[in-house]
């Protein structure tokens, strides 16, 4: 999808066709969805809203354009390191005289915040 489009809501039903498509609220995937008296009602294909997301797209774009690289430290099993390893190599990088951000995306428990300070 392109920036202007945008996606179905995370509780829509499968097979969403996506609150912007011209079935939206009317296609047989929308019975039943929560979001269906919004996405019918045209209320996410105004040209208001799409003015909206593509002015929100721009600024994350804006806020992201001086990002040259992207580490990202996975697994799929918690209590492995994960952080650790994240916020070392952070401070490493930082030591070293780059500019360097940590996100740390643990919902349940989040610590690189208690390693970096």
Request: net charge neutral.
């Amino acid at each position: 999808m392109s920036s202007s489009e945008a996606t179905p809501p995370s509780n829509a039903n499968e097979g969403c066709v996506g609150p912007t498509s011209s079935d939206a609220g009317k296609a047989s995937a929308c019975a039943g969805c929560p979001n269906q008296s919004a996405c019918s009602t045209g209320k996410f294909s105004s040209p208001e809203a799409k003015a909206a997301q593509e002015a929100e797209a721009d600024q994350i774009r804006a806020a992201l354009s001086n990002v040259s690289h992207a580490l990202l430290v996975l697994s799929g099993k918690g209590g492995v390191g994960k952080s650790t390893v994240a916020c070392q190599m952070a401070h490493t990088l930082a030591s070293r005289g780059y500019s360097v951000g940590v996100l740390d995306v643990d919902i349940c428990g989040p610590s690189a915040a208690r390693m970096v300070g």
